[in-house]
């Protein structure tokens, strides 16, 4: 069927399709950015797993930094659905060339902080990404229903931690909102930059690639998160956070965007440890890569 006919009767692209050259080029940009934030995003939590409170929450956690690293590569492999190469996308990852959330630049200075990213950012995760699994190529809308699964076990467990510490001494509730006073400005910048300054969003929602705007998926978290917040016992830090019924929305303060843009370019906190540790793990990382593809090649030998 033709592009444009697929693309009409809501149905799903798939690898061997015709498609537009800027189609294919915009999907690899937006796959290839989500697996590096999927792999980058191991670094802030893993900072944690040797620190946990317990047996019980190092467990689990380690088992949330796996599921990430699982996330990634379903995404590399989907990305090669279209015609790129691993080894290229990771060397655009580490020259600079290509991007990885915003959000993946904090540091975790506190155990709180493994909590209000789980709330946080994989509760944004999921808002972003419930509508991917509506995206028309196929290959990366199947892989996002997996994916969202695991990520609503992963922000249950971040507001699990959160409220166990909420409800624990002053001192614990005390780090519980200082994380969440840390990151919530941060997680409402992985929405992207405002609608009227998203140079990719009017083409990417007209090839049904997004299927919401940056602010109206940024709105959404908002709503969703609010009555959480309250549940918790614990306050978002904006004075000008209300409901407006009017609106039947929150009204929310202005988010500094020059700091999402700073971010991005590559001066946020850990921005150069972020990627100084990702080549590191990938250098040493070379042997693996050797001795798989030894025993792929001797393997494809022996069955000729
Ligand atoms: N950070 O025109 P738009 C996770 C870039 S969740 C960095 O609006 P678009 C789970 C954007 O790429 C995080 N860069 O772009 C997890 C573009 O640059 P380019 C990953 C940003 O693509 C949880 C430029 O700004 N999720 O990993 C950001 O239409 C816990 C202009 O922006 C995804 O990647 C930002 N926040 O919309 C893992 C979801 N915002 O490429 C571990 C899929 C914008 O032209 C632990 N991606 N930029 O040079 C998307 O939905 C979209 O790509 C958006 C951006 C919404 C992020």
């Known amino acids: 069927m033709r592009f444009e006919d697929l693309l009409a009767g809501d149905g799903r692209v798939e690898p061997r399709d015709e498609m537009p050259d800027a189609y294919r080029r915009t999907l690899v940009r937006q796959i290839a950015q989500h697996a590096h934030s999927e792999i980058i995003g191991m670094q802030p939590e893993g900072n944690w797993i040797s620190r946990a409170p317990s047996l019980r929450r190092k467990a689990i956690l380690m088992a949330k930094v796996q599921d990430e690293a699982g996330h990634g590569l379903y995404l590399y492999a989907a990305a090669e659905t279209l015609g790129v190469d ?12 290509q991007k990885y959330s915003s959000i993946f630049n904090y540091p975790t200075l506190t155990w709180a902080d493994v909590g209000a990213i789980g709330w946080l950012v994989d509760g944004a995760a999921i808002v972003n990404q419930v509508p991917l699994c509506r995206c028309s190529y196929g290959p990366y809308a199947r892989a996002m229903v997996r994916v969202c699964k695991e990520e609503s076990f992963h922000q249950r467990q971040g507001f699990e931690i959160l409220h166990t510490l909420a409800h624990g ?10 994380a969440v006073d840390r990151y919530w400005w941060p997680a409402l910048m992985m929405f992207g930059p405002p609608d009227d300054d998203s140079p990719n969003s009017a083409q990417s929602m007209a090839w049904g690639i997004k299927r919401f705007s940056n602010d109206e998926l940024r709105q959404r978290f908002v709503d969703m998160t609010v009555p959480q ?26 988010i500094d965007f020059t700091e999402l843009y700073e971010v991005v370019r590559g001066n946020g906190p850990c921005n150069a440890d972020r990627i100084a540790h990702k080549v590191r793990a990938h250098e040493d990382g070379a042997w693996v890569r050797e001795a798989a593809a030894a025993y792929a090649a001797k393997r494809e030998a022996g069955a000729a």
Do not use: K
């Not at 290229?88 to 020259?95: A, E, K, N, R, S």
């Not at 001494?169 to 200082?178: E, L, R, T």
């Open 229 to 254: 917040a309250e549940a918790l016992g614990l306050t978002l830090p904006d004075p000008d956070l209300r409901w407006n019924d009017e609106r039947g929305h929150h009204d929310f303060g202005e």
């Open 169 to 178: 001494s002053p001192a614990q509730h005390a780090m519980a909102q200082d």
């Open 86 to 97: 691993r080894a290229d996308l990771l060397d655009q990852l580490h020259t600079g060339r």
